[in-house]
DNA sequence: TTGAAAGCGCTAACAC
DNA sequence: GTGTTAGCGCTTTCAA
C-alpha cells in the first residue's frame, strides 16, 4: 500500500508537504505539487480510507438495515439507496435481519462501534409485533442518525419515509367501486405488519363508506405455512368476485393465474390488482395492474433525509416524515 | 463516544492499563480488571472499529461487487455471502454495478483504498463481453484477495466459485430426451454471459449426442426491447413443442403461463423448466419445476474461499474453481 | 502490576 | 514554501 509517508521518502520531502500539495493547498510551491502529484499518480496513490475515518470521525457510510433482501421491494430500495449513496460518495454496509427481532440488535449494535455514520432502517416484523424499541432508541441517545422507512415503529420519533397505505388501498378500493364492481375480495400475507393492516383497513373503509350499494367482501389472510395457490383457488372458486386485491407482492400474480386456470375472464369477469412491480407484472397471463410503491424512489430518499440529518447533526431538528406518492399502473387485468 | 481514554481518566489509570484490563491479560490484577470491566459495561464501551482497522491493518468488510441486486440470483447469493459473514464476524459493503464496465472499475477502486479486505466479484455484462480484465489484475498486483463468483472471466486467473451451467444444461436435456421428449424449445434472455452460452451449448450438445432419433429444436434468444409474452407466444403457438428449457429465471414462468393459456396441457402436451427459485416457481400454474443453482449455497462459498484466502495472503496460493452442484426440483411442469 | 511511548495513515495548527 | 508536531483510538513493546 502506497502512503503519504512513502511518496515523502521517495522525493525528498516531509508528510505534511505531500498532504498539502495533494491537496493544492497554496501554502506549496507550484513545482512542488506538480512533481509530488506526478509521483502519487504514477503509484497510484490512494488516500487510506480507514485512516481519513479515524482522523475525521466520519466514515462516509451508511449503514442500512432490512428485513429480508429477497423481497423485491427492499431489494429495489436498496437498489435505490444505493444510486444515490454512490452518487454523493457515500458506501453502504448492509445486515439483513431475518425479520428477527435479535438479529436487528446485534446488527445495529455492531455497527454502532463507529462503522457507520448514520442508519438507514426497515424494522422487523418481530420488532414491530413486540413493539420493541430500546435498541433504537439507544441510537437516538448516542445521537447518531436514524431514518427508518417502510416500516413504521410508532413509538419511535424520528426520520421517515413511508408510503401511505391506507390512502393507496383506500384509493385503489373506491376506484373499482367506482368501475362497477360489487364483489371484493382481499388477499394478504402481511397481515402482521402495520403495513398490511393499513391496507386491509384501507380497503374496509372504502367499503364501508360505500354500504348502501350492497357491497359484498371477503378477506383471506394467508396461512403461510400452507399451499398459497390452493387457498387462492378457494376462494376464488367458492366466490363469485369480480375485485381482488392482493396487499403484497406475489398473491396478486398467483390471484391471477388461478383464476385464469378456473375460467374466470380477466378482466371482464374479474380486476385483480396487486402491490408489486414491473417485472412480477410480466409473469402472470394476463399482466397484472399494480400498485407501483416506488420503491427506488423510497430508498433515495431515505439516503438523502439521512446525509441531510448528517449535516446538521447538532442542529437540534425536528423529525419529519415523507410520504413517496405511490401510482396506479393499469396493465392487464383492470 | 466512550473511548479507552474516557475510561482511563474516570478510573484513575492509564489508557494501557485499561487496554489490557478488557482483554483480560494476565499482567493486570484482577481488582482492576474487574473494575474496568465494570465501568465498560456500565457505559456500554465498544471499541472503536475503525482505530482498531488503522492499527490491525485489516478492516473485518469484504467488498461485494454484484452487476444487480433485483435478480434474485444474485439477491440469493448476497443473502448467503451476508449470513455467512455474520458468522465470520464480517461485515459486507455491497456496489451494485448495473452490469455496467465502468461502475465496476469504479466501485473497486473506491473500495481498494483500504476500505475492505478483499472482494468478492460477478462481474458486469459489459466486463464479459469486453472481456477487460485491468481493474481485475490492479486487484491482484496489489495482493487484494478476490473471489469471482457465478461470472466466469475466464483471463483472469483467481479463485472461483461456479455452477457446472454446461453440464447442468446437458443432463436436464438428456432427461428430458429419456423421457420421451422430441420436440424441444430453448429460450434466453442472458445469451450475452457466458452462463447463458454454456447453458446453450449444454442443451445443444445432448440433442447433438441424439440425433439419430430425429429431435426437433429451436433456440429463441429474446429481444429484451420487446414484450417477453409476445415473443413466447410466437414460439408456442407456431411450433408443436413438447419441452421447452428456460435458461434464464423468469421466461420458465412467462412460458407456463402462456402456455397454459393457448391451450397445451402441462406436462402432458409439454415439459416446461427454467433456472429460478422455489418462489418464482410459486408463481405460475401449474408450478414451475426449476434448476435449483442454491445461490446461496455460493454466496456462503464464495465467502468462505475469500476468509480463508485472507488468512494464507501471502502464501503463495495456487487458485481453485469451486463447482456448486445444482439440483432439479420437480414441481408440476415435468 | 502498572504506565509510557511508539506507531497505524492522515490532517492541520503552528513554527521556521 | 516547507517541516515539525500533535492527535484521532487503539494495541503492544518496553521500562519502571
Same mark, same amino acid.
Given at each position: 500500500m502506497i502512503t503519504l509517508k512513502y511518496l515523502a521518502k521517495q522525493l525528498n520531502?516531509?508528510?505534511?508537504?505531500?498532504?498539502? /500539495?495533494?491537496?493544492?493547498?497554496?501554502?506549496?510551491?507550484?513545482?512542488?505539487?506538480e512533481k509530488v502529484k506526478k509521483l502519487a499518480k504514477e503509484l497510484n496513490y490512494q488516500p487510506n480510507k480507514v485512516a481519513l475515518s479515524l482522523k475525521q470521525s466520519q466514515t462516509k457510510t451508511i449503514g442500512v438495515i432490512i428485513p429480508n433482501i429477497l423481497n423485491r421491494f427492499f431489494a429495489r430500495a436498496l437498489f435505490g439507496i444505493q444510486n444515490e449513496a454512490t452518487k454523493l460518495g457515500y458506501s453502504i454496509i448492509t445486515c439483513v435481519t431475518?425479520?428477527?427481532?435479535?438479529?436487528?440488535?446485534?446488527?445495529?449494535?455492531?455497527?454502532?462501534?463507529?462503522?457507520?455514520?448514520?442508519?438507514?432502517? /426497515?424494522?422487523?416484523?418481530?420488532?414491530?409485533?413486540?413493539?420493541?424499541?430500546? #435498541?433504537i432508541k439507544a441510537l437516538i441517545n448516542?445521537?447518531?442518525?436514524?431514518?427508518?422507512?417502510? $416500516?413504521?415503529?410508532?413509538?419511535?420519533?424520528?426520520?421517515?419515509?413511508?408510503?401511505?397505505?391506507?390512502?393507496? /388501498?383506500?384509493?385503489?378500493?373506491?376506484?373499482?367501486?367506482?368501475?362497477? $364492481?360489487?364483489?371484493?375480495?382481499?388477499?394478504?400475507?402481511?397481515?402482521?405488519?402495520?403495513?398490511?393492516?393499513?391496507?386491509?383497513?384501507?380497503?374496509?373503509?372504502?367499503?364501508?363508506? #360505500?354500504? #348502501?350499494l350492497n357491497l359484498k367482501d371477503l378477506i383471506l389472510i394467508i396461512d403461510n405455512d400452507k399451499d398459497y395457490q390452493v387457498q387462492i383457488k378457494t376462494l376464488l372458486s367458492n366466490n363469485n368476485l369480480d375485485a381482488v386485491i392482493s396487499a403484497d407482492n406475489i398473491t396478486g400474480t398467483i390471484a391471477v393465474n388461478v383464476a385464469h386456470s378456473i375460467g374466470y375472464h380477466i378482466p371482464k369477469d374479474v380486476s385483480i390488482i396487486g402491490f408489486t412491480d414491473e417485472q412480477v407484472s410480466n409473469l402472470s397471463v394476463p399482466k397484472l395492474s399494480y400498485v407501483n410503491q416506488n420503491a427506488e424512489t423510497i430508498g433515495e430518499n431515505a439516503l438523502k433525509m439521512i446525509i441531510d440529518n448528517l449535516k446538521d447533526k447538532d442542529a437540534g431538528i425536528r423529525h419529519r416524515t415523507l410520504k413517496i406518492p405511490v401510482n396506479i399502473v393499469h396493465k392487464e387485468t383492470t
Open positions: 520531502v516531509s508528510v505534511s508537504t505531500v498532504s498539502k /500539495a495533494l491537496s493544492d493547498s497554496d501554502e506549496i510551491g507550484k513545482d512542488t505539487i431475518n425479520e428477527q427481532l435479535d438479529k436487528e440488535e446485534e446488527s445495529i449494535s455492531i455497527l454502532s462501534n463507529g462503522s457507520v455514520d448514520g442508519f438507514i432502517l /426497515a424494522v422487523s416484523e418481530e420488532t414491530l409485533v413486540s413493539s420493541s424499541n430500546q #435498541h448516542k445521537n447518531i442518525p436514524l431514518v427508518m422507512f417502510d $416500516r413504521n415503529l410508532s413509538n419511535v420519533d424520528c426520520n421517515k419515509v413511508m408510503i401511505d397505505d391506507f390512502k393507496t /388501498a383506500y384509493d385503489l378500493t373506491k376506484m373499482l367501486i367506482e368501475n362497477g $364492481r360489487t364483489s371484493f375480495a382481499f388477499i394478504s400475507t402481511i397481515e402482521d405488519l402495520n403495513v398490511g393492516k393499513l391496507r386491509r383497513m384501507g380497503f374496509e373503509n372504502a367499503l364501508n363508506e #360505500h354500504n #348502501h
